[in-house]
């Protein structure tokens, strides 16, 4: 049996052992910041929390003297002594076991994982469900000790076939979790049920810090942002009608409503959310944006939120930052082997500027994160301007754009020059002189990241001449541009397959051959909608001298894209194309994003 990490005093024995749990395999290894001395002598909390200088030695001589009187677990005694915080201490113990931690002050928590763990058990052992992903029948629970085999062994009887999984947790927040969590209906019916027949007093919702589980609203505007998230939802919508408020989710790209209530709770939850977000309840007639982080499903997630008045009042929508799925390894951007090797040609190169085209929620931000995650090393100094910081990256400095201080694009490159970057992430390029600076950046060294709106890659040779961009700086310095849209996947388990007809053959561009289609039908897997998640859609136009001569001669759009495509280029229709006969989508939700007329033979 393994010792209890604190009781013991020891952070870690010689070997763990292996053992399996019910459904729970366990392989305990060693933790991975921990430097063993030649002869495999167990480190001790105390000496680790010494060395890495969270406490003192004087601190660490009275805990000692004090865990001797009380016979408590050393953690506990540190933390009674105001040595350290609980949150300190959980965290530090998660990255030195290898094992995740949580902070519980800012979780929302999932009803279905409340609802299959007892309250007695739940209090026995100090644990807390915090998600459930019904899916792969996970269950995540959240321990003050992850090597209790015992508690896990009675979760796993308590559930029948369900796999569980454990992230740490300070015993104190747990139990305070347990108890404001645990006697109240969480989910969305229960919780309108209740303030349906019950008596609400609005004001509270604002003023009250305690006990805020107890409040209906609160848990009503908690239980709709989890269902967001487990969901999959970008976006969601919460629209003042005259006699109603109507909530909706953007799910894969397309809005879809959720709930309609009585206009009666829209007040209260307008409150609610302006207060997580940290913005002015009393004022309503100017827009205000603000920001959320919370812990769902065992991971933070951020929420970007911005207030619009209306004729009807307040118009909220929240933008979802899920930092998990926010950033892609390159290699899995969906991209064709051609267009990922331009791209990794195009990012290989020391200075020039990169632009990523596509109109709002075409998913520029993530591939552009996701490059600069490739790029990301301690050799190289990443600076980012954005409008607003949507996810936060190790070892890359990232500011906001703050109109209020006068910093916008064009003066933040300036003084982001002086800050001796190897590569500059502009978020956007919208005028002039925003651009001028970009390609001033470009010109002196640095590679430059940037977006751009237009409808496709070569679009953004006149769009940047528009501007007033010269010719030849624009040829000199482009290392590439790349056009970007998102179309949904046909849904696994329901897709049907079908012949397709001579317009469709049409539409597709390529010689009639025996080839199935898909199209969508739908399910309960994909809720009906015949489509479940997204992919992108791609056009990488890497930038070669030929094309250079064209682009200083300011030849034609028509020009430029003819001789790319003598150089390989395929647009967005063609990628889409590659979709449709992959079977990943169907020819309908290509020709909604993209034009395929283009290449019909009339």
């Known amino acids: 049996m393994v010792k209890n990490i604190n009781s013991c005093h020891d952070l870690e024995s010689p070997s763990f052992p292996r053992c399996q749990s019910g459904r729970l395999k366990w392989n305990f290894t060693k933790p991975s910041i921990m430097n063993l001395p030649a002869n495999n002598t167990p480190k001790r909390l ?35 002594l105001g040595f350290i915080s609980e949150a300190v201490l959980r965290d530090f113990l998660g990255e030195t076991l290898g094992h ?38 996970t269950l995540l629970i959240a321990m003050a000790d992850v090597f209790n085999i015992l508690a896990i062994d009675q979760v796993t009887a308590t559930l029948d076939g369900i796999t569980v999984e454990t992230v740490l947790a300070s015993e104190t927040e747990i139990i305070n979790a347990i108890d404001n969590l645990y006697g ?29 589980y107890s409040q209906p609203f609160v848990r009503l505007v908690d239980a709709l942002l989890s269902d967001a998230v487990k969901r999959n939802a970008s976006d969601v919508h919460f629209e003042p009608e005259n006699g109603f408020l109507r909530i909706r989710y953007r799910i894969d790209g397309v809005l879809q409503q959720i709930r309609s209530l ?13 207060v997580m977000a940290g913005m002015n309840i009393a004022e309503t007639r100017i827009a205000q944006d603000g920001r959320i982080s919370l812990t769902l499903a065992g991971r933070l ?8 008045p209306t004729v009807y009042g307040e118009n909220i929508v929240l933008r979802i930052l899920d930092r998990q799925r926010g950033i892609v390894p390159v290699d899995n951007l969906g991209l064709s082997d051609a267009n990922l090797m331009a791209l990794k040609l195009m990012i290989a190169r020391p200075e020039g500027i990169i632009l990523l085209t596509g109109p709002t929620g075409s998913g520029k931000t993530t591939t552009l994160y996701s490059i600069l995650n490739y790029l990301n090393t301690e050799a190289v100094n990443i600076m980012t301007l954005e409008d607003p910081v949507e996810y936060v990256l190790g070892q890359v400095r990232q500011t906001a754009v703050n109109e209020a201080v006068k910093l916008d694009f064009a003066n933040g490159i300036r003084s982001m020059m002086r800050q001796d970057p190897d590569i500059i992430l502009v978020g956007e390029i919208r005028d002039e002189d925003t651009a001028d600076m970009a390609f001033r950046a ?29 010719p030849d700086i624009i040829a000199e310095n482009t290392i590439g541009i790349i056009g970007q849209r998102l179309i949904r996947q046909l849904c696994s388990a329901c897709k049907e397959p079908y012949l397709p007809t001579a317009m469709h053959w049409q539409l597709l561009g390529i010689p009639q051959q025996h080839l199935t ?62 979709r449709i006969v992959e079977g990943i989508t169907s020819l309908e939700e290509v020709s909604r994003v993209v034009d395929l007329t283009s290449r019909l033979n009339v």
């Open 46 to 80: 105390g000496d680790v929390l010494t060395e890495q200088r969270i406490i003192t030695p004087d601190q660490l001589k009275i805990a000692l003297t004090e865990q001797k009187k009380t016979q408590e677990q050393l953690g506990k005694v540190l933390v009674h």
């Open 100 to 137: 995740n931690s949580v902070d519980l002050s800012k979780l929302v928590v999932d009803h279905e994982a409340i609802r299959l763990v007892p309250k007695s058990l739940a209090r026995r052992y100090t644990l807390l469900p915090i998600s459930y992903e019904r899916a792969s029948k």
């Open 184 to 212: 109240y209906d969480l989910s969305l019916d229960g919780i309108l049920h209740e303030i349906e027949t019950g008596e609400i007093d609005f004001q509270s919702i604002a003023l009250t810090r305690n006990n805020e």
């Open 262 to 274: 009585h206009k009666n709770y829209w007040s209260a939850i307008a409150v609610r959310l302006k």
């Open 301 to 308: 997630i951020d929420f970007r939120v911005s207030v619009q």
């Open 442 to 470: 470009a010109m002196t060294g640095h590679q430059v990241y940037s977006t751009l709106h237009t409808n496709s890659a070569i679009g953004a040779v006149p769009r940047l001449l528009d501007i007033g961009v010269l």
């Open 517 to 578: 289609l898909y199209r969508p039908v739908g399910c309960e897997a994909c809720e009906h909608r015949g489509y479940k998640g997204r992919v992108a859609l791609m056009e990488v136009l890497r930038i070669d001298e030929s094309l250079q001569d064209k682009i200083a001669h300011r030849c034609t759009t028509y020009d430029i894209r003819q001789h790319a495509k003598q150089l390989g280029f395929a647009t967005l229709a063609h990628d889409g194309v590659r």
